[in-house]
């Protein structure tokens, strides 16, 4: 599964302590070729890009350059590579493409790891055909673009479609989440009064608590809780206490597998147990969803997945708004500020965003589009679930936030776990959560 990590404040710690690490070198032959390196450190990346190396330097040769790629292959957790690409950052060492999560991008182009791409994009046909809001998302505060996303995801609920219309419980996409709860607690008194859906929450699911769970409903309801303007989180932002408040309904009303939420690993007794096994209904889930987790090569894989299982978007938290899903910057491509070829390393990132190399990609990781002109493009065609996720991000929100958000995902773990303990009703939640905030983020970033 696909969880949501949010390690700034890790980088900044890897950074200070770090020491050197040797990495493949790159450069110029005597035969006039460059070679670029690229990093990948998820067996999936390896493989797809690996699968790409041919082809690239076949269309460099027919562009008369002469571009050979090293793939740096090393199957690593995120703790692991931060340390690992942190040390080669300082020694001048990082390949020249490092593939990284999104949520990597700030920490490492604030300490001047990463090379600035506006240029380079600007010039590349490729650009015009990225979709508005990840372009938008993509910028960082000081303006500029550090990483070239590849792919992205659009969360909404999965649900047990096959399940939910043996119960007779209408599986029409709920208007909002009064009507949300009401088809909830029908799909509970037929399934043998078991907590029918799953939401990230407490301290045990970690960062995905904030990123997976609490921030996509909080954005449907105020999108103005961070300003990329200022860098300053709005406390007082009016999403929040409606968001602890379901938060706090959901567990009162026995929906949410609270015994599951505390257990070390809350993802396995929910997402690869119970829904798999139809023991719960629905689940807050990402486009992943269909490869990684229920797919034939998933962590547990469901039986005719696509007839069994369907979506619907976020419901609206009153009666007259939109539903929608949720969006979120996936993997990007980054290159070493101390490369010295980085117009080769661009070229590599550029074409590995690109047509059938990045088709072959997505369908690999279960990924959405960022761009308009893969629809068409096999084996992305024929996935039908992946295409229509590419549509949905039209409707899809979408709130790039900065310093601090590992302080908020902190505190919103803590403040959920209160109910779920039983601890705090919705605004004692709100109350802990503001204090607790306030104290990590420190005056600077709140507004």
Sequence with gaps: MKRTRVIAAFVTTVVAAAGLSACAATGSSSDGSVTVSIMETKQIGIDSVKKQIPGFEAAMKKQGKNIKVKLVGDVLTDPQFVTKITQQFIAGEAPDVIDLGDSMVPGFAGAGYLAPLDGDLAKWDGWGHYFPQIKKAMVRQDGKIYALVHDTGVQNFFYRKDLLTGYGVDTTQPATWEDMIARLEQVKAKNGNLPPIVIPAGTAWGGGSWG???????AGVDQKYYSLKTGKWDLKSSGWLPTFNLYSELVTKGLLPVQDLENPNPWEPTKYDKFPAGKLQVSAQGTWGWKFDWGPAGATPIADLETKVDTWQYPAMESGGKTYGWSGLGSSYGVAAKSTHKEAAVLLAEYLSSGKPLAEQLVASGAAPVRDD???????????????????????????????????????????ELILQGKANGQQAYDAFVKDATDLLGPTLVK
């Design 212 to 218: 997976e769970g609490f921030q996509p409903i909080l």
């Design 374 to 416: 893969i629809a068409d493009v096999k084996p992305f065609s024929g996935e039908p679930k992946l295409v229509q996720a590419g549509k949905d991000l039209a409707s899809s929100l979408y709130v790039p936030t900065g310093d601090g958000s590992e302080q908020i995902a902190q505190a919103v773990a803590n403040a959920t």
